[in-house]
T-cell receptor, first 114, second 111 residues
C-alpha cells in the first residue's frame, strides 16, 4: 500500500541551526501539507502546497519556515534558525485532491532543539 | 474562526461500545474527519462525513449533524488495540483540505 515517508525519524539540533525535514508523498497525490504536534498538544496545520506553490499557511509558518518541492518526489520543510519552541513532531501529509478526501500522514519527524 | 471540542479522555472495557462526541464551530464548514492516533505515531484516517447522517465502516461509525455542529465516533466491540487518541478535524470551504484538529480524545480500553 502506498505511504508517505519521512526522514529522518528523529533529529536533534542546536538552537539557531537550520534543519531540513524531508518527505516523499504518495506518488499520484497533488496536495501536500506539513503539520506539527508539540508533545501533549493537538495537531496544528502549518502549510499546504499545490501546483508548486503555497496555497495556505498558518500564523506559525513565519519567515523562518519554507517549503520546497525540488523534484517530482520530495517535499521539504526548512526551518532556518531553530528555536527551543520548534521542538515537536512534524508530520507531512498528502492528498489526491484538495477537497473532501482524506489526507495520508507520514510517520513524522521528531525534532528536538537543544 | 474554528473551534472544536471533544472530551480529553474516556475509559471503556474490552468488547464494549464507546461514543466519542465532537462539537465544532467552523465558519464555512465543509466536512468532518475522524483520525486515530496511537502514541508517538501518525494520525490514520478513520472516517469522513460531509452530509448529515451515519457512516458505518466495520466496527467504527461516524455521525454528523451540521445544524447542531455535532459529530460522534462510535467504536463497537472494543479491542485492546483500540486504545489510542481519536482526533476530530474539520475542513472549511475557503481552505481546501486543510484540517483543523481538536485536542483529541484518549481512549483507554481495559480488559
Amino acid at each position: 500500500e502506498p505511504e508517505v515517508t519521512q526522514t529522518p525519524s528523529h533529529q536533534v539540533t542546536q538552537m539557531g541551526q537550520e534543519v531540513i525535514l524531508r518527505c516523499v508523498p504518495i506518488s499520484n497525490h497533488l496536495y501536500f501539507y506539513w503539520y506539527r504536534q508539540i508533545l501533549g498538544q493537538k495537531v496544528e496545520f502549518l502549510v499546504s502546497f499545490y501546483n508548486n506553490e503555497i496555497s495556505e499557511k498558518s500564523e506559525i509558518f513565519d519567515d523562518q519556515f519554507s517549503v520546497e518541492r525540488p523534484d517530482g518526489s520530495n517535499f521539504t520543510l526548512k526551518i532556518r534558525s531553530t528555536k527551543l519552541e520548534d521542538s515537536a513532531m512534524y508530520f507531512c501529509a498528502s492528498g489526491r485532491t484538495g477537497m473532501n478526501t482524506e489526507a495520508f500522514f507520514g510517520q513524522g519527524t521528531r525534532l528536538t532543539v537543544v | 474562526g474554528q473551534n472544536i471540542d471533544q472530551p480529553t479522555e474516556m475509559t471503556a472495557t474490552e468488547g464494549a461500545i464507546v461514543q466519542i462526541n465532537c462539537t465544532y464551530q467552523t465558519s464555512g464548514f465543509n466536512g468532518l474527519f475522524w483520525y486515530q492516533q496511537h502514541a508517538g505515531e501518525a494520525p490514520t484516517f478513520l472516517s469522513y462525513n460531509v452530509l448529515d447522517g451515519l457512516e458505518e465502516k466495520g466496527r467504527f461509525s461516524s455521525f454528523l449533524s451540521r445544524s447542531k455542529g455535532y459529530s460522534y465516533l462510535l467504536l463497537k466491540e472494543l479491542q485492546m488495540k483500540d486504545s489510542a487518541s481519536y482526533l476530530c478535524a474539520t475542513t472549511h470551504k475557503a481552505a481546501g483540505n486543510k484540517l483543523t484538529f481538536g485536542g483529541g480524545t484518549r481512549v483507554l480500553v481495559k480488559p
